[in-house]
């Protein structure tokens, strides 16, 4: 695994670069995860009729969200929708590689 540099005036401190397999398996189970919460968290009220509201939903669904963004942040920035990858890519092209765009995007 490569090593990132530090910035310059900061203290030496090494983070672990991942390379593009393990960021795209880690957008993978991100995605999975997104998905799992969000869409089990939509069957499971319909099946036991608590549509009493969207807050069971959109709570379920924001719990799916912070896990799969803790999850995968450190190792691949968490960019779970493809839209962010790509605007990433062109607003911030000094700080995402470029290169690394038809990859993760397709992820």
Not at 40 to 62: D, E, K, P, R, Y
Not at 69 to 74: Q, V
Not at 78 to 95: D, E, G, K
């Amino acid at each position: 695994m490569r090593q990132a540099a530090p910035a310059v005036g900061a203290k030496a401190v090494t983070l672990p670069v991942a390379t593009l397999g393990r960021a795209c398996l880690a957008e993978m189970i991100g995605a999975f995860l997104l998905a799992f919460f969000g869409c089990g968290s939509v069957m499971s009220a319909i099946i036991t009729g608590a549509q009493v509201g969207l807050w069971q939903v959109a709570v379920v669904w924001g719990f799916g969200i912070s896990l799969a963004i803790y999850a995968t942040a450190a190792i691949s920035g968490a960019h779970l929708n493809p839209a962010v990858t790509l605007s990433m890519a062109l607003r911030r092209s000094a700080a995402f590689p470029v290169g690394r765009l038809g990859a993760k995007v397709e992820c």
